[in-house]
């Protein structure tokens, strides 16, 4: 039998992350071959950029047109046009070509495991997704798009809250009536969750612990930021919640505020927000709260990379905003120490602000360095950019001291890893 390919489809807040895979069905056991990766990020930083990968072909960065690329949905369309046209990725010259189109949903509800997507399936997403509208609702665009461009492929979602599924329940509960609570499923879900069984895997390998004996604190820090705490290999704790809203800030989010101040900043919190599309309901709150905060309100940019530098050169916005997040994240690590009871393996730094800021490391490292967390200034100024798990702590295991470590997360690698897995539970009938 000859390989297949998958499509794996990570639709963030700021970015659309597409990679694909070729496996061989005979051999469910091996990884997926991984054959490119394209990503257009800055989606809510126009004009966003293309990056692309593939053997020894690599597009850095090449800014978008803006009338072509402003959306996930174009964003998309894009990207399966750059995909078939390249005549270096044989596998995939055609959209019939994809067995698996794999999409990350952040929000699953009670989900716990990836999948299939039919019309039933469908609809009940789609009903989950007024608890994140502002998530769901583009992967299910994307969904919808390569149902109708490649009728052949086999649509598996993947939830973000899966990996979650283990948090006990003092810690999934909010103190609020129990009766409205179960009736409108309020409770904490988590997201992140590929992310952070990637990283759990491969720090479990890195440290050549089993999985099921790791215990670590994780920070996965993109343009939603999450911090998760991870015992025995499962997700104990974690910063998000009922949505990806909670915790720490982010991109455009505020992050955990007082539930009241909405009702202080605007009258019209629970109106219908003028970017409600039908079957797609945001009040103003979650307009305000989820697009209208974070970096972007307090510095005018949602580019943490610029905002560090800025703070670096002095500027007060940038700084604010930069000291504002490491104080956020070291409450979290604080938190998570504490519940594991000390025990832990490492703090493990991810996501796009994680993996890339030096500077952020440094700071949040240096303010819980009482609870033995040390860098090494070289090695976190200079990681090592080729290893999925790299040291920048000053003790490698020696002293009992925890490890930090840095983690290159790949979400859409841990979808294909799972596809494969399963490939023939999840596979559509002939
Ligand atoms: N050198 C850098 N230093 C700090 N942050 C960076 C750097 N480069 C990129 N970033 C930030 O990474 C974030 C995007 O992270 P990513 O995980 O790719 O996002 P998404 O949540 O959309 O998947 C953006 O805030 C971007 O500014
Ligand atoms: C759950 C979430 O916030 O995802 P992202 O960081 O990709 O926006
Ligand atoms: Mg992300």
């Given amino acids: 039998m000859s390989s297949k390919v998958i499509l794996s489809i990570n639709a963030g807040s700021s970015s659309l992350k597409v990679s694909v895979f070729s496996y061989h069905p005979s051999s469910s056991s091996s990884d997926p071959k ?66 698996f189109a794999c999409h990350r949903v952040v929000h699953g509800g009670d989900y716990d495991k990836p999948v299939r997507i039919d019309r039933d399936t469908f609809h009940h997403l789609e009903a989950l997704s007024d608890l994140a509208p502002l998530h769901n609702a583009g992967a299910l665009t994307i969904v919808k798009a390569v149902h109708d461009s490649c009728p052949k492929a086999s649509n598996i979602a993947f939830f973000d809250n899966a990996f979650h599924h283990t948090l006990p329940q003092a810690a999934r509960t909010y103190a609020i009536d129990q009766q409205v609570a179960k009736r409108n499923k309020l409770r904490k879900y988590g997201f992140h969750g590929l992310s952070y069984a990637f990283i759990a895997r491969s720090v479990a390998a890195h440290l050549a612990v089993p999985a099921s004996e790791l215990n670590i604190i994780a920070l996965h820090l993109g343009s939603g930021a999450s911090a998760c705490c991870i015992q025995g290999g499962a997700s104990i704790d974690t910063s998000m919640g009922l949505t990806p809203l909670d915790g720490l800030p982010g991109a455009t989010r505020s992050g955990s505020v007082d539930p009241s101040l909405i009702f202080h900043f605007t009258h019209d919190a629970g109106k219908l927000s003028p970017s409600s599309a039908k079957g797609m309901h945001i009040t103003e709150a979650e307009e305000i709260l989820n697009k209208k905060s974070g970096w972007q309100a307090l510095t005018g940019t949602t580019d943490f990379g610029a905002i560090s530098a800025k703070a670096g050169d002095g500027d007060a916005a940038c700084k604010l905003a930069f000291d504002i997040f490491v104080d956020r994240i070291a409450d979290f690590v604080a938190a998570y120490y504490v519940k594991l009871g000390g025990q832990v393996d490492a703090l493990v730094f991810a996501g796009g602000i994680g993996e890339k800021g030096a500077e952020l490391r440094r700071a949040v490292v240096g303010k819980v360095a009482c609870l033995g967390f040390a860098l090494d200034e070289g090695r976190n100024a200079e990681p090592d950019g080729e290893a999925v798990v790299a040291d920048i702590g000053r003790e490698e295991g020696g002293g009992g001291k925890p490890r930090v470590l840095i983690c290159q997360t790949d979400e859409q690698a841990e979808m294909a890893r799972e596809c494969v897995r399963d490939a023939d539970g999840l596979r559509r009938p002939a």
Avoid: C, F, M, W
């Avoid at 995909?83 to 994809?98: G, N, V």
């Fill in 34 to 99: 991984p054959l490119a990766t394209i990503q257009v990020t800055g989606l809510t930083a126009p004009p966003a950029t293309l990056k692309y990968d593939r053997g020894d072909h690599h597009i850095k960065s090449q800014p978008l047109s803006e009338t072509d690329v402003h959306s996930q949905e174009t964003a998309y369309e894009y990207i399966i046009h750059h995909l078939t046209s390249d005549a270096a990725l044989p596998e995939l010259s055609h959209p019939d070509d994809i067995e």
